[in-house]
């Protein structure tokens, strides 16, 4: 759909939201959707963020439809497996994934095939927008602000900074503070942030960058300190500054990433448009609610802004991914 095409119907859509309720805007989209159980595929481990989010939405979303929806892990290949079978399935709206901008974005700069092509194959329907990223120093560095960390880098020579994964938002951030201020900072990259952070808890790594939840085993046995978060503040630590309040300039430094759902491409908009009114109106339940809270993330956001966020962060994305010389898998 073009982008001329896009404003016409969004144009014409809010002229009738505005007039009619929400039941009854989902009312003609429901008449034929669901029509049966829905799948929501999760391509990450049950147990993680993004399993946790679809379970709840999903729940919310099978309260107000009536019909079961059933949640399937399919991780591997950062989520590309199970990207893969919502790509291939029925364009109906009773298959949705549930993933995260690794698998919307990077995929396609670190794999030859992941699968899936994302502007031909998929449709984003609604996006959480990331929370911010903590970067974390062992207190034995001296490290507490961007100014601390580069003058230790530069100073040591050597800095073992802990990753969750190779291609990841902290292995980016890393290669574009090396850009900034001329480090040779070397990225430790572990399988997951649960590993990364013990080796922090362990004395092996001098920072590591990760989210706030996960990052609590390191902050509450004091062998962490937060010098900066990545692109956003946290609600929980107003005092410490973003990267770019501290003089980070690099436009990867704007994005903060997502967690949200997708269906296949050629589902009638009207599909989308009820689904990205259900996962709206779920930020409003007690379950989701808690789930946003526990990893300190905003609301889901409609199908309009989820695809404007996602144009806007896609090119920074992928010059940033690009920039780290990896060769596609």
Not at 41 to 70: H, M, N, W
Not at 164 to 181: D, R
Not at 260 to 289: F, H, I, M
């Amino acid at each position: 759909m073009s982008a001329k095409l896009d404003r016409r119907h969004f144009i014409a859509a809010g002229t009738t939201a505005l007039a009619m309720p929400f039941v009854m805007r989902g009312a003609s989209a429901q008449s034929t959707w669901p029509a049966r159980q829905i799948r929501m595929i999760c391509s990450y481990p049950a147990g993680g963020q993004t399993d946790l989010l679809a379970r709840a939405y999903g729940e919310f979303i099978s309260k107000q439809t009536g019909k079961t929806v059933v949640i399937e892990n399919k991780p591997g290949a950062s989520g590309a497996i199970g990207t893969a079978e919502v790509a291939r399935a029925e364009p109906d709206g009773h298959t949705i994934l549930c993933s995260i901008s690794t698998t919307y974005i990077m995929n396609r700069v670190v794999m030859k095939n992941p699968g899936y092509d994302m502007d031909k194959d998929l449709t984003l329907v609604s996006v959480i927008p990331g929370a911010g990223l903590l970067l974390v120093a062992n207190p034995k560095t001296g490290i507490k602000t961007l100014e601390d960390f580069v003058a230790f880098a530069r100073k040591s020579g050597k800095v073992n900074f802990g990753t969750y994964s190779a291609g990841s938002a902290p292995h980016m951030t890393i290669n574009e503070l090396n850009k900034q201020y001329g480090l040779n900072v070397e990225p430790v990259h572990y399988r997951g942030e649960a590993p990364m952070w013990t080796g922090m808890l362990e004395g092996t790594l001098d920072a590591a960058m990760g989210s706030y939840t996960a990052a609590q085993s390191v902050l509450q046995s004091d062998r962490g300190t937060v010098f900066a978060v990545h692109s956003k503040k946290v609600d929980a630590i107003p005092k410490v500054k973003t990267l770019p309040e501290q003089g980070a300039t690099s436009k990867f430094f704007t994005v903060s990433g997502f967690t949200g759902w997708a269906v296949p491409k050629a589902t009638p908009q009207p599909v989308v448009d009820r689904l990205a009114e259900l996962c709206v109106a779920a930020n409003n339940d007690p379950k989701v609610k808690e789930v946003l809270a526990t990893f300190v993330l905003e609301p889901a956001i409609g199908f309009k802004e989820t695809n404007a966020l996602y144009q806007r962060e896609l090119p920074i994305w992928i010059e940033s991914a690009q920039s780290l010389g990896l060769e596609p898998a």
